[in-house]
Every structure is written in C-alpha cells, then in structure tokens.
C-alpha cells in the first residue's frame, strides 16, 4: 500500500514538473516570438526609411539624398532621430505595468519601427554585405549566449551589478563620442559594448526565466513580463550588433 502510495505521488510530481516546462517553454517562445516580430519591424523600418531618403544610381550605390533624407540626416532633425528611441524606451519601461497586453505589444513594435527610423543611416555608412554578415554573426552569437543563460546552473545575477555598470558607461561614452569623433574612444566603446550586451543577453535570459515561477497563472502579468523580457532581449540584440558592425563592418 505505502508503494502504491509512493509512486501515485511521484506521478503526482512528475505530472507538475512537465506542466511547469511546458508552461515555461511556452513562456520563454513568446518573449522571442515578441522579440523576433519587434525586429522584422526595425529592419522594414530601416531599409524603408534609407530607400525614402536615398537616391540611387542604376547599380544601386548611393549617389545623394532624398529631401526627407537631408531632413533626418543632416538637419537638426537628426537629433531628435538619434536619441528618440532613448527617451521612448524610458516612457515605455513607465507605461509597462499599467497597460494592457494589447497595448504593450504595439508600444514595443512601435519602439521597432523608431529604432528602426534611426538605424537607417547605417546604409549610408556600411555596405549592404557587411551589414547582412554581421547580423548573422550577432543572431548567432546571440542565440548561444541566450542558450547559455536559459541552461546555466549558476546564478548570473552576481554579474548583474557589473553588467548594468558597465552598459550605463558604454552609453554615457557613446553620447559623448557623437560630439568627439574619436576613433580610438568608438573602438574601445564597441569591444567594451559587445562584451557588455553579451553578458547581459545571457543574465537577461536567465532573469526572464525564473520570473515565471513568479507570473505563472497570471496571464495578464505573464503577457507583461513576456514584453519586457523581449525588449529586454532586443535592446542587447540591437546594441550588440552596432557594436559589431562598428568593429567589423565594411564602410561605404
């Protein structure tokens, strides 16, 4: 009788454990699902916006700009172009626990498209070759360092203080390199940004990980997290590729 209640029991528990990681693997594929979708959306807003504000010779190559791309790239319109997807990531990160699902999912595509608006001068500056190779070395790299953080035993979050340190200089060194052109203080920046958002990739995706024990049941708190998980997710993917194509990528 007591085996008979012993292996009712490990049933029990088995049953639980699988619907737990059924419940997380359907978690974790709507945060990239979330993320993927937010990215299609940067790189249609990119390339779209580069096409509008370029103008072109018969093999392709970028011979001047259109009158909207003299606008958001040469006028102080620029400006606003650059740093727009900061102050709009702040409001999001605001707005997130007081909206609904629905509307956290258009934020965070709308977020896209206006990364992606200010992404589209990397076409004026990279080849369209080196641009598409070094996407795929980031996805790559990111999809391991992600793999890495989702299957780690050990607790990244002792890293987490260093990382966020270290994200907040690579920023405030970025800024300030706008205005001093020094090619020494990019390179340095990028080598210390793709070191930090690969880092943080891995940490995020362990933090992301273990708040489900914690929204699990909760499907308006699990879509809320999902978002942010994913734009967490995105803003190391997007940053870890400028930082690569500031290293690697071929200039026009």
Do not use: C
Request: net charge neutral.
């Amino acid at each position: 009788m007591q085996d008979l209640r012993d292996t009712q029991t490990y049933g029990a528990q088995t049953r639980a454990r699988a619907d737990i990681d059924q419940g997380l693997r359907s978690y974790m594929l709507r945060v990239y699902n979330y993320m993927a979708v937010a990215l299609g959306v940067t790189g249609v807003a990119a390339l779209a916006t580069a096409a509008m504000a370029t103008v072109t010779d018969a093999n392709g190559s970028i011979i001047g700009l259109t009158a909207f791309g003299a606008a958001i790239y040469t006028s102080p319109l620029k400006w606003v172009v650059m740093l727009a997807p900061l102050g709009f990531v702040f409001l999001f990160g605001s707005m997130a626990n007081r909206v609904s699902v629905g509307t956290g999912q258009i934020l965070l595509y709308a977020f896209g498209a206006l990364m992606g608006l200010s992404l589209s001068s990397i076409f004026l500056v990279y080849t369209a070759a080196s641009i598409t190779q070094v996407f795929f070395v980031t996805a790559t790299a990111f999809a391991g360092l992600s793999l890495y953080g989702y299957t780690t035993k050990r607790d990244l979050s002792a890293f987490s203080i260093f990382l966020i340190m270290g994200m907040i200089g690579v920023v405030i060194a970025s800024l300030v390199n706008i205005f001093l052109q020094s090619s020494m203080l990019q390179f340095i920046t990028s080598v210390a940004g793709v070191l930090v958002f690969a880092g943080l990739t891995a940490w995020d995706t362990q933090r992301i990980k273990s708040m489900y024990d914690y929204v699990a049941g909760d499907e308006t708190m699990m879509g809320r997290t999902a978002i942010m998980g994913a734009l967490s997710l995105y803003l190391n993917f997007v940053n870890m590729f400028m930082m690569l194509l500031s290293l690697f990528g071929n200039r026009e």
